[in-house]
Each structure stands twice: as C-alpha cells, then as structure tokens.
C-alpha cells in the first residue's frame, strides 16, 4: 500500500510560481499512473492533471493547459506540479492521487491512494 505525502503549497501573489511535490513511499510507484486534484472551500475535488507510469503522456484540465506542467521522477518516487501565473481562482488544496497498474485518468474514483493535501493560496 503506497502512502503519499504532499508538499509545495503556500501562499502566492497572483502570476507568482509554485512547485508541488508528491512523494511516495514503497518500491512500486513507477508502475502507478499519478494525477493532482484541487479542492476549493464549499466545491466538489476537481481534476487538474494527471502522468502516466513512465512519465510520457499526461493530460490537463482546461483552466490549466499552459500554466502548470505535471512530471514525476521515478528514481526518486516523487511527481511534480510546476503551477506557474498563478490566479486567485487557483486556491484550493491539492491532492495528489496514484492508481497501481492502470493508465492515467481524469476520475478521482478511479484513484486508489490519496495524500493528505497542501493548500494553495493565491492572493489578488
């Protein structure tokens, strides 16, 4: 059983940079397809973005196609969100999900393992 631990989140001016990171415990993680999700006060977790095993297909929500870029590193068990022009609309907390054995995918019920969220705040 994987354990995921976020990391990166902080408070931002809007247009400002952030890097979130997920790492992962266990020897398995290169065979788990990996996907970030947010979560704002009083709204349902939303998808963001979400990798494939070997890092070499991923795919975006809309809202963030060309702002952030999703990433992993399998040596050192970790994905990456780089969230870059950051908007208040962005604060949330982001979750970082894996699904052994599977492709990437958009739906969260198809995410077996979750982490514990880091909050996001981008002020105007």
């Known amino acids: 059983q994987a354990q995921l631990v976020e990391s990166g989140g902080g408070l931002v001016q809007a247009g400002g940079s952030l890097r979130l990171s997920c790492a992962a415990s266990?020897?398995?993680?290169?065979?788990?397809?990996m996907g970030w999700f947010r979560q704002a006060p009083g709204k349902e977790r939303e998808f963001v973005a979400t990798?494939?095993?070997?890092?070499?297909?991923?795919d975006y929500a809309d809202f963030v196609k060309g702002r952030f870029t999703i990433s992993r590193d399998n040596t050192k068990n970790t994905m990456y969100l780089q969230m870059n022009s950051l908007k208040p609309e962005d604060t949330a907390v982001y979750y970082c999900?894996?699904?052994?054995?599977?492709?990437?995918?958009?739906?969260?019920?198809?995410?077996?393992?979750w982490g514990q969220g880091t909050q996001v705040t981008v002020s105007s």
């Open positions: 999900a894996g699904r052994p054995l599977a492709g990437l995918s958009r739906f969260k019920y198809r995410y077996d393992y």
């Open positions: 266990g020897r398995t993680f290169s065979s788990y397809a």
């Open positions: 990798i494939n095993w070997s890092g070499d297909n991923t």
